[in-house]
Structure formats: structure tokens, C-alpha cells
């Protein structure tokens, strides 16, 4: 089976980024709310997005767009890392906020992921983010362990929250290299339950 450059759900198309798509990215990754929690720095200006472009989304395995059906623009992103940690990632345009898009992208992700015969997958995020933890959890993230990460290149103390979803891995397997890597690490007993 070739590897799919388009996945669609009920509402949604992913599909990769195109050079067409720069307008839709500089919306995306230029609003100061939609960056907060993410590891880059606003965009500034048409050029940057180009090179954001060229540099994080252009011939990424796991990277897609975000598109409605309805006209096939990028309203988001949504990708896993293809190295050890398998870590999903995404962000979505403020105006398309808390309708379900990114949890129904993450569940095709994760048929994909499935298909891709990967062993597990992971998520952080920054405690102040609990939305994006209800996410995960949605899609049917765990909880692990939390962790301290001087964050950059904002370089920002950021407590962290790491879930995880094991596919074909034993249930039991934790993904520790954020619990090695980090002094600081700890479980919140109280996120234990989801």
C-alpha cells in the first residue's frame, strides 16, 4: 500500500502543504493565541512563512494541512515526529477553535499511525494548555509523567504534561526520554485516572 498524500474524515481534508498554501500559513502561525504553546516564535511577515514552510511542513512524512472540505484551505496543522518519540503535534486557526476539528484529525492520525505500524504515539503540552490535554485525551491519550523543560527557543520554564497512546507496543510501555532527559520530573497522581 502507498503511502497517502490525502486523508479525509467527515468534515475534513488532510492533505500536505503546498507553496500555494503560504497565505494559510502566515494566518496560521502569525497569531500571537494560536503560538502560545508552540515551540516557534510568532510569524512576522510573508517571508518567514516561506521559510517556515520550506523548513517544518515541506516533504514531512506525518505533516498535514488542516482543510475543510468545504474549500480545501489550511485552517491548521496537524503532524507526528517521525523519530522515537512518534510525538503528535498541532495548532489550529482561533476561529475554528472548540468545534472538534483538531480531535477528528488526530483520530485519523491515528488510523494512520495504525497503518503505519507504529508502535506507540505521544503528546505534550503545557499544563497552562488543559485544552489541548482534553484533546489528547479525546483521541485516547494517557497521562504518564510531567516534566520541567527550560523551553526554546523562547527559553521559558515550561511544566509539561506527557500522554501517551501505545498501538502495538505492550500496554504497559512508558516512553521515559523526557523522564531521563529532565531533573525535575514527577506524576501528578491526580491526572492519573485519565
Known sequence: MTFPNKLETKRLILRR???????????????????EFLPWFPLKNKQEASHFYEQRLKNKKYCFAICLK????????????????YDLGYALEKKYWHQGITSEAGAMMLE???MEHLPYLTAT?????????????????????????MWKPKHIL???????????CDDNFVYKK????????????????Y
Open 70 to 85: 468545504e474549500d480545501n484551505r489550511p485552517v491548521g496543522y496537524i503532524k507526528i515526529e517521525d523519530d522515537d518519540s
Open 112 to 114: 494512520l499511525a495504525k
Open 178 to 193: 523526557y523522564w531521563d532527559k529532565y531533573d525535575k520530573h514527577f506524576i501528578d497522581e491526580q491526572f492519573k485516572k
Open 17 to 35: 502543504f503546498e507553496k500555494e498554501d503560504l497565505e494559510a500559513i502566515y494566518t496560521i502561525f502569525s497569531d500571537l493565541e494560536v503560538n
Open 158 to 168: 515550561v511544566t509539561f504534561k506527557m500522554h501517551q497512546l501505545n498501538i502495538s
Open 125 to 149: 503540552h503545557d499544563v497552562r494548555n488543559q485544552r489541548s490535554g482534553s484533546t489528547m485525551q479525546r483521541i485516547g491519550f494517557k497521562y504518564q509523567y510531567s516534566y520541567d523543560e
